[in-house]
């Protein structure tokens, strides 16, 4: 079956602009993840939604970091005002349960976010 | 809180040789901990899980795990280094209790030597 699929792969914006990321998660999972891989920096916690739950946001950075997940399924990351400093990849990852004995994360291919 | 510690954020290997990369967590709970793999240019996919039952765990493409609760380590090891073993390999744990937010390592990148 399908797996995770994000959109677009490579993103290039200047400095100031917003950007938006998304993420189609597989079909049925009901926990989705947000990271951000940076350069020898491993994977940072982003944003964590479950099902109807609140989002745990605890992981985003900065006030310009924003995410939602429509009727449980995709989900937009929005970088506002970007900063150079934002420049990473973005990572999503879906998993099919939260509770009990966790189940892997199946992860999409990234988003390769440069700031100019 | 819960984390996790690679030692060596590259460690190069010959081929044909024993692989050990290395990891430490810290949970207050019993963990759940995992090992990913990332090739270039590509996502994470999961090389191997313990959760429970046999500490020594065994994965996809000849690696394993063993789960040492007194040392707090899960090092991943393979017998023979081949070529296409290079990639970036990740350290992840889940506290076993409670929403199950994952903390990842920052990352070892294995290199093979011909």
């Known amino acids: 079956g399908a797996g995770v699929s994000q959109s677009p792969s490579n993103k290039v914006t200047e400095k100031g602009k917003d950007v938006e990321l998304r993420c189609d998660p597989i079909?049925?999972?009901?926990?989705l993840y947000w990271y951000r891989q940076s350069l020898g920096q491993g994977l940072e916690f982003l944003i964590y939604?479950?099902?109807?739950?609140?989002?745990?946001k605890s992981g985003l950075p900065s006030d310009r970091f924003s995410a939602e997940r429509t009727g449980g399924s995709v989900s937009t990351l929005t970088i506002q005002r970007t900063q150079q400093e934002d420049s990473a990849v973005y990572l999503c990852?879906?998993?099919?349960?939260?509770?009990?004995?966790?189940?892997?994360?199946?992860f999409g291919p990234g988003t390769r976010l440069t700031v100019t | 809180a819960q984390s996790v510690t690679q030692l060596g954020s590259h460690v190069s290997v010959s081929e044909g040789a024993l692989v050990l990369l290395r990891c430490n967590y810290s949970s207050s709970v019993p963990p759940y901990l995992f090992w990913y793999v990332q090739y270039p240019n590509q996502g994470l996919q999961l090389l191997l899980k313990?959760?429970?039952?046999?500490?020594l765990v065994k994965g996809i493409n000849g690696f394993e795990a063993e789960f040492k609760k007194s040392e707090t380590s899960f090092h991943l090891t393979k017998p023979s280094a081949h070529m296409s073993d290079a990639a970036e390999y990740f350290c992840?744990?889940?506290?076993?209790?409670?929403?199950?937010?994952?903390?990842f390592g920052t990352g070892t990148k294995l290199q093979v030597i011909p």
């Open positions: 992840a744990v889940v506290n076993s209790g409670g929403y199950q937010k994952v903390t």
């Open positions: 990852a879906s998993s099919s349960r939260t509770s009990g004995i966790p189940r892997e994360q199946y």
């Open positions: 313990y959760t429970t039952g046999a500490t």
């Open positions: 939604f479950q099902g109807n739950s609140a989002p745990d």
């Open positions: 079909s049925g999972h009901t926990a």
